[in-house]
């Protein structure tokens, strides 16, 4: 079935810091694969998604490519802000309408 | 824009106790889904419905039923109440079209502690 990890969090850096949060994923086919975020106290959102190999989703300064030769979605920032702090999910969507979502990752900003 | 309405944010109940948690979506969407998110787990799918009138077992369905009342509303309901169901309930809806990958919308989520 398919499957996807995330690296355990918290993660804690500094405002202004980059940002790296890894994602790898297991599916048959040719799956879609999304990032959610989502912020204290509130349902997930969107962040970004990328339908095929080699596409780059990006939203709000945040980037991932998907990988299909190292089957990755890592998602970046260049320079986090404290208004980033959230919990982080990646997610696949293979055949059908479902969703598998990693563990989520805990991103903590600092000033 | 409301999107997607989950009733209640919060709920406490005791084992063997019943509950009907309530979803709205106002953004004429075909699918819906419930999920339950506990921690270190993730999300996990409880039932989805892919269409008004029909639905479909999850990863995580039992103890649980659901009811399409309507193309706008999805109901997941506790018929017996157990520890194992303490969790954040969320509910998600998108419009499914055939060679795209439309997101999912969630509620803010229900938070249920069962004592």
């Known amino acids: 079935g398919n499957s996807v990890t995330q690296m355990e969090g918290p993660v804690t850096l500094s405002e202004e810091a980059f940002l790296t949060i890894n994602c790898t994923y297991t599916?048959?086919?040719?799956?879609?694969l999304f990032w959610y975020v989502q912020y204290p106290g509130e349902g997930l959102q969107l962040l970004l998604k990328?339908?095929?190999?080699?596409d780059k989703g990006s939203n709000k300064g945040f980037e991932a490519t998907y990988r299909k030769e190292t089957t990755s979605f890592h998602l970046e920032k260049g320079s986090v802000q404290v208004s980033d702090s959230a919990v982080y999910f990646c997610a696949l969507r293979g055949g059908g309408n479902k969703l598998t979502f990693g563990t989520g990752t805990q991103l903590k900003v600092e000033l | 824009n409301a999107g997607v309405t989950q009733t209640p944010k919060f709920q406490v109940l005791k084992t063997g106790q019943s509950m009907t948690l309530q979803c709205a979506q106002d953004?004429?969407?075909?699918?819906m889904y419930w999920y339950r998110q506990d921690p270190g787990m993730g999300l996990r799918l409880i039932y989805y419905s892919a269409s008004e009138g029909t639905t479909d077992k999850g990863e995580v369905p039992n103890g649980y039923n659901v009811s399409r009342l309507n193309k706008r509303e999805f109901s997941l309901r506790l018929e017996s109440a157990a520890p194992s169901q303490t969790s954040v309930y969320f509910c998600a809806s998108s419009v499914e079209v055939q060679g795209t990958n439309q997101p999912q919308h969630f509620g803010d989520g229900t938070r249920l502690s069962i004592l």
């Open positions: 990328a339908t095929k190999a080699d």
């Open positions: 599916a048959t086919g040719y799956p879609s």
């Open positions: 953004m004429n969407h075909n699918s």
